[in-house]
């Protein structure tokens, strides 16, 4: 039988599928550092809804990057199949469908492998609440050494209060942080942060002074979403810093929340990858039956 013709120069279509490659990558990339389209799409939904969408987020910029890229193979796509035969389109399908189901199932290790480095960052580099808390005053921070896990600090009062959350449909974290500085220091960039207790906007006015904090401490650890609110309420933020979390759960439960979600997005072009297969398979099955006609 006779190799697909086309009229087409190849170039066009292989622009058009490294730019669909690329544009996951970026994007994958941009989800899981907080930064670029997906930081200020996510504060936008933050700032109407009080909360955003991460997942959905990536795939909706990731989708309207890929449609001009997918359009233009459509095209490419029509104008070849009018040129074949029925054979013809049929051996263009199957490796049209082959092409395809790569794309999927390399997306699937990439996702798999972000799931896999959320699993591992959550359970072997964040620190738990084991060992002796350390005491260390506001005013502290900066001239010690300070050691991440069990902390009570003491000394200062809170500053500005930020509340978000994030929606994984399959559950959400929403929490409250605010900047501890030593009393009277306001002006001065935050060195840590404190999670609050609360879970709602409206729970936000019970949120009172108090002479100490316990928790976990963690170097970094703000959300982006938190670093972008302080930011924009000029909060300046010095690096390093450090942030409070009330317990093991608090800390832990973004990191696994982000593992599920994109775990399902593994298993779920995976599937996709498997439907392609028995799409290749019958298109193989009907080949020598179109041959023969």
Do not use: C
Request: no cysteine; proline share 4%.
């Amino acid at each position: 039988m006779a190799a697909p013709s086309s009229k087409t120069s190849p170039l066009p279509k292989r622009l058009a599928q490294a730019w669909i490659v690329l544009a996951g990558a970026y994007f994958l990339w941009e989800a899981t550092n907080y930064r670029g389209f997906f930081g200020r799409l996510a504060e936008l939904q933050i700032h109407h809804f009080g909360a955003y969408a991460p997942l959905l987020t990536f795939l909706f910029l990731f989708g309207l990057a890929a449609l001009p890229a997918w359009v233009v193979l459509r095209i490419l796509r029509t104008r070849n199949a009018e040129q074949l035969t029925a054979a013809e389109t049929t051996l263009a399908q199957i490796k049209s469908s082959k092409r395809l189901r790569a794309i999927i199932y390399g997306f699937a290790v990439a996702t798999g492998l972000v799931t896999l480095g959320f699993v591992l960052f959550t359970l072997l580099m964040l620190p738990d609440g084991r060992g002796n808390a350390q005491t260390i005053a506001a005013s502290d921070f900066g001239t010690v050494a300070v050691k991440e896990g069990p902390a009570r600090l003491v000394g200062g009062d809170l500053g500005t209060i930020v509340f978000f959350g994030q929606d994984w449909y399959i559950g959400d974290d929403r929490m409250a942080f605010a900047p501890y500085r030593a009393a009277g220091k306001d002006g001065q960039l935050a060195r840590v942060f404190v999670q609050l207790e609360a879970k709602n906007k409206t729970q936000l006015a019970s949120i009172t002074q108090r002479p100490a904090w316990t928790g976990i401490l963690v170097e970094g650890g703000l959300p982006g979403t938190a670093r972008a609110l302080f930011n924009s309420i000029g909060v300046g933020i010095t690096e390093p810093y450090y942030t409070l979390y009330r317990d093991e759960y608090s800390l832990q439960i973004r990191y696994w929340m982000q593992a599920i979600q994109w775990g399902l997005l593994a298993i779920f072009l995976v599937l996709f990858g498997r439907i392609q297969t028995r799409r290749i398979r019958k298109l193989e099955q009907d080949q020598p039956i179109m041959a023969a006609a």
